[in-house]
Structures are given as C-alpha cells and as structure tokens.
C-alpha cells in the first residue's frame, strides 16, 4: 500500500486516536489527513507537480508529521534537508535535487535566505513562524483546500530523498521509491515485537534520520508518534511516564546519558516494551546498564540509508550472563532480517568464508533505487539484482552473526599491517577510566601511517597517556596498539551520534601543523 492511501485509511479507521504529539501539541488522524490535504493543494496551488522534489529544513516540530503526510499525498518527492549543515550544504544539496520549493523554519530561514537567490528552480518558499505575507506557512495552509487531492501513485515512483552523512565527502542523494520506503517500513515492524493501536512512539531524534523510519509502521496501526524539538534525558523520560511511551528509539550516547542520569531508577518506565538502538556502535557497559533499566527490550537494527534494515539483534540474543559464545553477540549487530540477505566479499567481489573480514554487503527490502544523479556512482555502489556494497567493513560467524570492524575508508594501514579503528576504540572504553575514544590513522614517517586516539575520561578518574598506550598493546598486541593519545572533554560526534573521525583528524593537523588529508 503506498503512503497516501494508507494515510487516507488510518483517518478513516482511526480518525480519533492520537496520531502525533510533539510539546503541547495535538493532532487526531482526521486532523492530520486535513492538514496533510490542505499542505499538498496549497503547493499544487503554486505549480508545484507530482515527483517535483520539496526540500523540508527545520527541527521536528508540530508541523513535521503534516510534512510527511502531505509530501505523500501530493506525490511530491521529500527531501528532508538536516537541520545541523550550513547554508553552503543546503544550497548544494536543494540543487544536487532540482528542489521546486521548501518549507523552512524561521528560526533557519536568516541564514540561508542570501543563498536562495542562486538556486535555480527554486519556485516556492514557505516559511513556518514570523509574518511573510504570501510566504507564510499558515496563510497559504489556511487558503488550501482540506480534501486530499486525487493523485495517483505507482510503486516505482520517488518518494524520498534521504542523504547521507558526508564524512568522507559530499553528501549524496539516496532516492527511494514508493514501494521501497513502505518495504522498508514494513520490515522494521516485522523485526520488533508487534505494534498494534495502543502503541506510543517515542523519537527523541529528529524524523530526517532514523527516528522517522517508524512513522509508517506507527500509522498503519493508527498509534501515536510523540516526538522531541531536541533531546534531554529529563524530556525524555518526562515524556516515557506522561505519555505511557511503549516504544523509543535511540542512538548509543542518549542511551548512555539516559542511564547514568541522577534519579533514573526512581522513573516509571515499565510502560517501555521496545526501545531500538543502532546509527553507531554501543559498547557492552551502556547495554547492560540499558537492560538492568528497563528490562532486556533492546533491538539494534543495522543498515544504512542506502540499505535498510540488513541486521537484527534482538532481545533473546542479548544475553548478559550466558557462555562466551552468547556473550559475544553483544558486539555484534545481530543477524539478518527475514527479507535480507548479507555476505562478506573482498575487493574483487569474492563471497568470504565465516571469521573473513572483507566489505558487507548486502540486500535488503528497503534498498534505494538509485544515488540521485549519479549513474556512476550508483553502479559502483549497487549491482544490477539489487545488492547494496556498503563500505562498510566486517565478518560473519558461524552461527550468522555480524560483526562490524570499520567503515572500509577509516582503515589505518601501518607498516602493511590493517588495523581497524574500532577494535582500538573498543579497548580503550574497556579501561575503567575512559567513558569515549575516537581512533583514526595519522601520518608517520617510517610506517606510513599509525594509529592516534582522542579520549574523553570519566569524571573523577585520571590514567596517563603512556599507561593507555601499554594497555591497548596489551590488549591489541605492539602492531596495533595506538602510539598517541589528546585527552578531550568529549570525543566529537555527529548530530545522530556517528564518530566524527573527520574532526579527530582535524584536530591532530592543527596540533602538528599538517593538512588532515596528509
């Protein structure tokens, strides 16, 4: 079923259950389709056209459901811009997809108005909050027509546009289809336990990201959507007892900020039966103060935007205290989901054996039709039947587990030898004294390059950068071990919680007087 008429169901069959919440804001489904309609006519109204694309740039907000729901309806192609880059991004990005109009902010509209002008093609502005005359939001949502209007969409049409994080470059437009998103939807319901009417959301991330991914799966089954403008773990669990929140979605450093949070386990939070976990890597110390919270709910689902969801790690494969075997799947991202397929291969497109580590890749219901506008670039990233190479970097077990080592461009080679940032990473967060550390390859003379980490302490505890660097080799052996070390308050990170590895490097030019491309 596309998005549309599943929308136009939901209304008829649940017109009066809540179906988002975001502050002190309310929308029924009969609220959210008229809405919804009044949004898709109005842009109709200003020339915009079934498959025009309509850039979106804002945090959530009580207008972001309404966003999903109209694009849908008028069988526009959303692109939900990140309300985190700068206008420079956002420029290259509305003309990277030939947006015909956007819907911003005001609280974002000062600083990318000079560059509207240069983007060509762009015919419509509609701005939410402040006065704009015919550029206002509500004005133009006031004026539309509220009945859905008669548009007509086939499974292989676009629907949306989601883009990558651009750490290793400029980001890239992921195009989904109709059919695709809803698979992809479809699959993510099937993975966690059941969703059903009563059902509560909670997405203390922004739905441009992963946290949107469930908004489909929550209207097929007319439950709510609660949403937070930005994350604060009193909000959080604030909006877990208040709302009876039943599902939520996290990424690695809320959770850990959520259990180390004062007076936590004086919360109730027994109305949780699903929290989801994935976007970056989780060490074992946070899942298992995670589970002695709120009980072992936990899923972590693997995939990236361009193939989503390949992995599931359910609840009955988070074992705290079973043998070494059961123990070790808490490192791992779980195994494949019922449609999905993943296999490891090396650089020539041969399938390893289990224990090999080479490039995942994968097949997935949710996979993209295509990075837009770049056949190339498509080519070199998907095969013909559909198979996804992630650039991610990993191994299988026997018993089907993976178990991700790196993104395959953040390899360090030193002297010949491969070392993998994250397996670093993961030894220094096993001593009691580091709470983070971000690894990455910096240049050295004889072994061309060496590994080098920044490490955030945890409060109250003090270790040396020499007895860090004997720890690691002790843990890793003298080939791997890392060679320097930058004490930080906090390792950076992207705004969905992704290592910035980036800045790492950065960081480490500016101390040496190099380029962090050196």
């Not at 850039?55 to 959530?60: D, Q």
């Not at 539309?144 to 437009?173: C, E, N, Q, Y």
């Not at 490039?359 to 998907?382: C, K, N, Y």
């Not at 061309?448 to 002790?474: M, S, Y």
Request: charged residues 25%.
């Amino acid at each position: 079923m596309d998005p549309a008429t599943l929308l136009k169901k939901s209304a008829r069959l649940y017109g009066n259950n809540t179906a988002y919440v975001c502050g002190e804001r309310r929308q029924t489904y009969a609220e959210l389709l008229e809405r919804s309609a009044r949004l898709a006519n109005a842009l109709r109204a200003r020339g915009i056209q079934q498959g025009d694309r309509v850039a979106l740039l804002g945090p959530n907000s009580a207008e972001t459901m309404e966003h999903i729901g109209g694009l849908a309806l008028g069988g526009f192609v959303r692109c939900p811009l990140y309300a985190h880059d700068t206008p420079d991004k956002h420029q290259y990005l509305l003309e990277l997809t030939g947006a015909t109009a956007l819907i911003v902010h005001q609280s974002h509209l000062e600083a990318l108005e000079p560059v509207l002008p240069e983007v060509p093609g762009l015919k419509v502005v509609l701005v939410i909050g402040g006065d704009h005359d015919e550029r206002d939001y509500e004005l133009a949502m006031q004026d539309a027509d509220p009945h859905p209007p008669a548009v007509t969409l086939s499974d292989d049409d676009p629907h949306v546009i989601r883009f990558s994080a651009g750490t290793t470059g400029k980001p890239k437009g992921i195009l989904h289809t109709v059919r695709g998103f809803m698979d992809m939807g479809n699959e993510m319901a099937l993975v966690v336990s059941r969703l059903a009417e009563h059902d509560r959301y909670l997405a203390p991330a922004p739905l441009t990201h992963a946290a949107g991914l469930f908004v489909w799966p929550m209207v097929a089954v007319g439950a709510a959507t609660v949403v937070m403008p930005a994350f604060d773990t009193t909000g959080f669990l604030d909006l877990v007892e208040r709302e009876r929140a039943t599902v939520a979605l996290a990424v690695p450093t809320m959770i850990q900020m959520i259990t180390e949070s004062p007076g936590v386990r004086e919360r109730d939070l027994s109305s949780l039966h699903t929290v989801i976990y994935g976007t970056a890597p989780i060490s074992v110390a946070t899942l298992t103060a995670a589970i002695n919270l709120w009980g072992n709910i936990m899923y972590n689902i693997y995939g990236q935007s361009e193939a989503l969801p390949l992995t599931i790690l359910a609840p009955q494969h988070h074992v705290l205290d079973g043998d070494e075997r059961q123990r070790s799947w808490l490192r791992s991202v779980g195994r494949p989901t019922p449609n999905s397929e993943v296999v490891i291969m090396d650089d020539d497109g041969n399938e390893l054996p289990p224990g090999e580590v080479g490039e995942i890749v994968g097949r997935s219901p949710g996979a993209m039709r295509e990075l837009w506008g770049a056949p190339e670039a498509t080519a070199e990233r998907m095969s013909p039947d559909g198979w996804v190479r992630t650039r991610d970097v990993g191994w299988m077990s026997e018993d089907g587990f993976l178990y991700l080592t790196d993104r395959k461009e953040d390899t360090i080679i030193s002297g010949g030898y491969n070392i993998w940032p994250k397996e670093l990473e993961d030894a220094l967060q096993q001593h009691p004294a580091v709470a983070e550390a971000a690894v990455v390859g910096v240049p050295h003379p004889k072994w061309g390059e060496t590994p080098h980490a920044e490490v955030a302490l945890r409060d109250g505890h003090a270790v040396t950068a020499e007895a860090l660097i004997a720890w690691t080799k002790d843990k890793v052996g003298s080939v791997k071990k890392v060679t320097s070390i930058d004490f930080v308050d906090a390792v950076p990170r992207t705004p969905i919680g992704k290592l910035a590895r980036r800045e790492v490097r950065q960081h480490w030019a500016e101390r040496h007087g190099e380029t962090a491309s050196s």
